[in-house]
Each structure stands twice: as structure tokens, then as C-alpha cells.
């Protein structure tokens, strides 16, 4: 079956500091792959998403590389931010991209 | 990009009493929405996929007469949760894709905080 695999937090971080999340999945078939992020009070919206093997997803800084060989996307942000604090949750879509599978979500606090 | 609108925001009701939590795609028409619900510090579980014009299809676990689905519409599903209770309290959040079938990615709602006292 699908499933994704986060790695739990909190994780806390100074600004400007390098960040990485990271994610495992397990699938059938050829999923796509996203990162989501809830911010304090809001709901999910996309950060950045790959659909197939080696395609690189980036927005705001953040990137992700979708690695069949290794079933991993993590997360990476090489100088985070005060406002990129957040709860970062990745997740695959199945082969028809209705149903979602979301890990248990990171979340990331950065101070000053 | 597609929007999807959640109402309302924040809801605290009495024990017993049952609410209703919209779902509506503003721009484009959702025949498949989903209802997913958040339990602290764990991630998103599907409750159940709403199809317009027909029964939704729960999850397994899910008690169907505890959380009524109504998709009457291309842009409109509701959740209600019936006769809540305190265990009910959760983040209740709505999902649909714009282009059913493409893998796409889901434009959530800005989620539904219930409170049940």
C-alpha cells in the first residue's frame, strides 16, 4: 500500500540556519510527490511538489528531489527564516491524483 | 490558482448538538471532495470522499451516521457531525483536485477547529 514516513519534531533552529525534513515513502506504481505547509492557524497549502523520478521541486527557498532509488523527498532550505516557522507535512498522491497520503507532519520553529 | 473555501474557522458547541462544516471550490467544479480530520501532533487521516450526486465513500472506521456527507452540488460539500461529543474535537479539513484525475495537487480548505464542550 502507499504510505509516507516524516521525520518526527519539533524541530527548532536559529535563523539563517540550514534545514532539512526528511521523507521515505512506500508506494505502488509511480506516485507524485508534494510538501505541504500549515502555517499557525491556517490550513494546508502547496509548497512544492515533483511527479516523477529526479524532478527537483523548489518555491521560497525550499527544495525537494524525488529519489526513486532511495523512495525519498526531503526537504531541504539552506537559511531558514523567523516566518518560515511552520508544520511541514509531506505527502504522495496515488495513480489517479485523488487520494492523498500525508506523513505526520514536522514541525519547525526558527528563533531570531 | 483554484481556490477552495472552508467555513467556518472555528466552531465550540454543546455537547449533543450536532454541526456543519462547509466545503466549497470557488473557482472550478469539484465532483470529488475529501474530508480529512487532524488529531494533535498527528498528520492528516482520510475520513471519507464526498461524490457529488451520490453516497461519499468512508473510510473504514469512520461511523457514517456520526459524520454525514452531503455533496449536492459541483462547488459545495458538507460535513456534519452529528449529536458531538468532546472526542469529536479536532481540525476537520476539506481537500479537492481541479482536474479530477490529473496528478495535480489538492487545494485544501483553511480548515474547521470544532470544539465540543
Known amino acids: 500500500g502507499n504510505s509516507v514516513t516524516q521525520m518526527e519534531g519539533p524541530v527548532t533552529l536559529s535563523e539563517e540556519a540550514f534545514l532539512t525534513i526528511n521523507c521515505t515513502y512506500t508506494?505502488?506504481?509511480?506516485?507524485?510527490l508534494f510538501w505541504y505547509v500549515q502555517y499557525p492557524g491556517e490550513g494546508l497549502q502547496l509548497l512544492l511538489k515533483?511527479?516523477?523520478?529526479?524532478d527537483k521541486g523548489s518555491n521560497k527557498g525550499f527544495e525537494a528531489t524525488y529519489r526513486k532509488e532511495t523512495t525519498s523527498f526531503h526537504l531541504e532550505k539552506g537559511s531558514v527564516q523567523v516566518s518560515d516557522s511552520a508544520v511541514y507535512f509531506c505527502?504522495?498522491?496515488?495513480?489517479?491524483?485523488?487520494?492523498?497520503?500525508f506523513g505526520t507532519g514536522t514541525s519547525l520553529t526558527v528563533i531570531p | 490558482g483554484a481556490v477552495v473555501s472552508q467555513h467556518p474557522s472555528r466552531v465550540i458547541c454543546k455537547s449533543g448538538t450536532s454541526v456543519k462544516i462547509e466545503c466549497r471550490s470557488l473557482d472550478f467544479q469539484a465532483t470529488t471532495m475529501f474530508w480529512y480530520r487532524q488529531f494533535p501532533k498527528k498528520s492528516l487521516m482520510l475520513m471519507a470522499t464526498?461524490?457529488?450526486?451520490?453516497?461519499?465513500?468512508?473510510e473504514q472506521g469512520v461511523e457514517k451516521d456520526k459524520f454525514l456527507i452531503n455533496h449536492a452540488s459541483l462547488t459545495l460539500s458538507t460535513l456534519t457531525v452529528t449529536s458531538a461529543h468532546p472526542e469529536d474535537s479536532s481540525f476537520y479539513i476539506c481537500?479537492?483536485?481541479?482536474?479530477?484525475?490529473?496528478?495535480?495537487?489538492?487545494?485544501f480548505g483553511q480548515g474547521t477547529r470544532l470544539t465540543v464542550v
Open positions: 515533483a511527479t516523477k523520478a529526479d
Open positions: 505527502a504522495l498522491s496515488d495513480r489517479t491524483g485523488n487520494q492523498f497520503y
Open positions: 464526498s461524490n457529488e450526486g451520490s453516497k461519499a465513500t468512508y
Open positions: 481537500s479537492a483536485n481541479s482536474v479530477p484525475g490529473l496528478r495535480t495537487e489538492a487545494f
Open positions: 508506494a505502488t506504481g509511480y506516485p507524485s
